[in-house]
């Protein structure tokens, strides 16, 4: 495990969190304790629950809602479909 201090692990927070998402082991020293850096999954219903306290209830209703909006407006040709490549194109 790669240990930081907290002064080097702000001035290049960058390259750590980097390298924790690769997987490599890296801890930061905070008084008599390493916390560790480390990739998470978030799935985003488990993200609102735990983040937001919403009820499973309170999540499918989101869903469902969200399900509805998306295809009337994919209905209505405000929402479409487009590769990488002609989102760069588009945003150029």
């Known amino acids: 495990m790669k ?12 390259r750590w969190l980097s390298a924790a998402a690769r997987g490599q082991d890296i801890g930061i020293v905070c008084g008599a304790e390493i916390i560790a850096l480390r990739k998470v999954e978030v799935e985003s219903t488990d993200y609102a629950q735990r983040e937001y306290a919403a009820t499973a209830k309170q999540v499918a209703e989101l869903d469902k ?9 994919k209905r ?6 487009v590769s990488a490549d002609q989102l760069r194109k588009m945003l150029e």
Request: charged share 35%; hydrophobic share 30%; proline share 0%.
């Open 3 to 14: 240990t930081l201090t907290i002064t080097d692990a702000k001035k290049h927070l960058g």
């Open 65 to 73: 809602a969200t399900d509805k909006r998306y295809r009337r407006l």
């Open 76 to 81: 209505s040709g405000k929402l479409m479909t």
